[in-house]
């Protein structure tokens, strides 16, 4: 049996010439990747009220993004959460794929990125919600069953001042501080350039510039699944919002600790720059706009939730 690089006859010639250069390799290697492609591959999902990119690898979104209006919140006839259940996503391999019970008894809640209640406009929408493409693992109470889904509904309510209503969603995977211990009253994490400390009822406040200092990072998080640790579990989510009325935009971007967060802890103390995140993240926002220009959100209205 030919292996498969043998198989490939322009690469196995490449290999053998006197004088391959490299331009010729890069060409070989592009070729031969693109026949057994051996590429990460980013699933990218247009649904009916979002889209998402889903991560093969963690298991969990890399992204998941809305626009959202007053009219696209506008509930259809006889549309019920109540009809909907949580299903994996037969676009993705069986070999990627996640099924409820990966989530069963793991302690943590099915998270949605694009909520239930932002795909009212029909049944399909809202089913569509309910994809395990569209879920990342969350702690259940004090976040995913309350302050996340807060959040979710100070989105929705941005469309009564705002014509046009971006909201993208996603799982950040931040290094703690090597020297913190769980049972500190207060942890410390690297946000890109930045580390934050968080305390036990989730406040986030950003604390100084990460530059050559001695302090050692680990990167440690959960993992589940049904038939072994195949979901991560994020440290923390982000949600960042960019909004108009049809001329001028605004903008907030926020990341929320995976923990349980007092209600009573404004929404402001969460701010980031998008900056951040993007580093973070390795994903890059609203290049097409000039960011210098957008006002901050928080500045035209009460970031409570």
């Known amino acids: 049996m030919q292996s498969p690089i043998q198989s490939h006859s322009y690469f196995h010639y490449l290999l053998n010439a006197p004088h391959t250069t ?103 929408a809202m089913d569509e919600t309910f994809l395990l493409t569209n879920i990342a693992p969350q ?77 050692k990072y680990r990167m440690q998080y959960d993992m589940i699944g049904a038939n072994g640790p195949t979901i991560a579990v994020p440290t923390h989510y982000f949600k960042i919002l960019l909004v108009t009325n049809g001329a001028d935009y605004a903008s907030g971007a926020f990341v929320l600790p995976n923990q349980a967060i007092d209600h009573a802890i404004p929404l402001d103390r969460f701010l980031v720059d998008l900056t951040a995140i993007e580093k973070a993240s390795g994903l890059t926002f609203f290049q097409s706009l000039d960011r210098t220009t957008f006002t901050k959100l928080c500045d035209l209205v009460r970031c409570l939730v």
């Open 22 to 124: 490299h331009r010729d390799t890069v060409q070989a290697w592009t070729e031969l990747g693109e026949t057994f492609v051996w590429r990460p591959i980013s699933d990218l999902f247009q649904r009916s009220a979002y889209t998402a990119s889903f991560n093969r690898r963690d298991r969990i979104p890399h992204w998941v993004g809305e626009h959202l209006t007053a009219e696209s919140l506008r509930r259809g006839q006889n549309v019920s959460r109540d009809k909907s259940r949580f299903t994996g996503d037969q676009a993705v391999p069986d070999l990627f794929r996640v099924y409820t019970n990966d989530y069963t008894n793991s302690g943590y809640d099915r998270g949605h990125m694009a909520p239930a209640g932002d795909a009212v406009s029909s049944q399909t």
């Open 139 to 215: 702690v259940g109470p004090g976040f995913n069953r309350q302050y996340w889904a807060y959040l979710e509904q100070f989105c929705r309510d941005l469309t009564k001042n705002f014509t046009d209503v971006y909201v993208y969603s996603g799982p950040l995977f931040l290094p703690q501080l090597a020297t913190t211990h769980a049972s500190s009253s207060s942890e410390a994490y690297a946000l890109a350039d930045s580390k934050i400390e968080f305390d036990e009822d989730g406040a986030i406040k950003v604390i100084s510039k990460v530059s050559n200092t001695k302090d």
